[in-house]
C-alpha cells in the first residue's frame, strides 16, 4: 500500500483548497467567503427549499449550514420564511441585494474554472467531468448503502 | 455562462467535504480530523519539514497550519526541533506514537479511495489522476505568475 492509492483523496483536497484560497480572495468585496457562496448559487438554482435539502444538497453538516445562512441573512443576501406544509422548517430564498451580485460570482467562478482547466482540451475537460460524477455516484450510493445498514 | 462552466469547483468541492465527512468519522479513534490527518501523511514522507514548507505543501494559509500543528504536539503526534540553519525555523518531526498508527491512518484512506472509485477501470483511475495533476499543475502555474507579476 503506497502513496498513489490514496492520491485521489490528495488531489481533490489540493484543488479544493486552492479554490478557497481564490474565492476568498475575489469574493471578499461581496463579503462572501468560499464556504459561503455555494449557498447562494445552490438557492439561485432551487429557490424555496429548507436547510435541511441545502445542507445535504451541499454535504454541509447542519450546524455549519446554520451558521452560515445565519450570516447570510444578517448581510441581507438571504430571507426566511415559514413552510406552511412544515411548522418545523423555513423556507430560504434569495433577496434582490443577493439576485444583482450572482452574475458577477459566477463571472469569478468561471474564471476560475478557465484558470484550472487553462492546459486541457474540450474533450479531456468532458472526460474529468464525466469522471468525476462517477466518483460522485459511487459516493453517493455508498452513503446510502450506509443509511440503510445503520 | 451557466453551471456547466463552474461543475469542476463543484464536484471538486463535494468529492473534498464528503472525504472530509468520512475521515472525521473514521479517524476519530486516533483524535484525528479530516484538517490534521494530511499533516501527519506529509511528515511521514519529508521528516524534518518546517512549518513554513507543510503549509505550502499542502495549500493551508499559515495560521491554520499553526493551530492544527499546535494540536498534533498537544496530542504527541508531532514535535519540534530548533532548525540550526534558521533559527526563526522549527523542523518537525512525527514521534513513535504517531509513526505507529500511520499504516492504519493509510488502510482507511486507502479503503476511502477504493469506496470513490468503485466503479471506474484501471484505466479510467490513471486517466482520472493524470487529468486532475494537469489541473493543479494550471493551477500552481497561475500562482507563480501572480507571485511574479505582485
Not at 451558521?67 to 430571507?79: A, D, Q, S
Not at 479531456?124 to 462517477?134: A, D, M, P, R, W
Request: proline letters at 1%; charged letters at 25%; glycine letters at 4%.
Amino acid at each position: 500500500m503506497n502513496g498513489d492509492h490514496i492520491i485521489l483523496t490528495k488531489l481533490t483536497g489540493s484543488i479544493y483548497r486552492s479554490t478557497q484560497v481564490y474565492t476568498n480572495e475575489v469574493l471578499k468585496k461581496y463579503e462572501l467567503g468560499s464556504g459561503a457562496y455555494p449557498y447562494l448559487l445552490t438557492l439561485y438554482h432551487n429557490d424555496g427549499i429548507n436547510q435541511n435539502q441545502i445542507s445535504k444538497e451541499l454535504d454541509v453538516d447542519k450546524a455549519m449550514s446554520a451558521r452560515i445562512i445565519k450570516k447570510l441573512i444578517t448581510i441581507g443576501y438571504v430571507r426566511k420564511e415559514a413552510d406552511q406544509e412544515d411548522s418545523r422548517a423555513c423556507k430560504l430564498y434569495l433577496t434582490d441585494k443577493a439576485k444583482s451580485i450572482i452574475p458577477a460570482v459566477k463571472a469569478e467562478l468561471f474564471h476560475w474554472n478557465e484558470i484550472m482547466t487553462k492546459s486541457l482540451s474540450s474533450e479531456q475537460k468532458i472526460e474529468l467531468v464525466n469522471l468525476l460524477n462517477i466518483v460522485l455516484k459511487d459516493i453517493k450510493n455508498y452513503r446510502n448503502h450506509q443509511k440503510v445498514e445503520g
